[in-house]
């Protein structure tokens, strides 16, 4: 008896840790470097970071709707003190939208401003997003 007891108990623990992953865990966006660096030579130019932030939804992090406004996008970039939205407004409609987002976030992104993302910058950059 103790058996079956100890066994339905290890299937309730399985069952409620899948439960609480699925819940929790939803939310959260991971990117992996590899996916993002399509071309394979070990770093992320401009166009590639773009089209993996866009692709993967990561602008989700920020807003439902099409863009932020400046205050939005200064609140989530505290960690940046230097990072505002105004350079990144191309259109100067006084918002950030998915494409101006992926943008700055690659500026942000690449900490030694040599134009392109290595791994270590990467996931740097994904663990503070």
Do not use: R
């Not at 840790?17 to 030579?41: I, P």
């Not at 406004?69 to 505002?84: G, H, I, L, M």
């Not at 290595?118 to 997003?129: A, D, K, P, T, V």
Request: hydrophobic letters at 40%; aromatic letters at 16%; glycine letters at 4%.
């Amino acid at each position: 008896m103790k058996l079956h007891v100890g066994l339905g108990t290890l299937l309730v623990l399985i069952v409620l840790s899948g439960c609480y992953h699925s819940y929790y865990m939803e939310d959260e966006k991971w990117a992996y470097f590899e996916e993002w660096d399509t071309d394979d030579n070990l770093h992320i130019d401009s166009v590639e970071f773009v089209n993996g932030y866009l692709k993967n939804d990561f602008f989700e992090k920020w807003s439902k709707a099409n863009a932020v406004t400046y205050e939005e996008f200064n609140n989530k970039t505290v960690a940046w003190d230097s990072t505002k939205a105004d350079p990144f407004d191309v259109n100067k409609d006084n918002k950030i939208s998915a494409e101006e987002s992926a943008k700055a976030m690659f500026v942000i992104c690449d900490q030694n401003n040599d134009g392109k993302v290595g791994s270590l910058e990467f996931y740097s950059w994904e663990i503070y997003l």
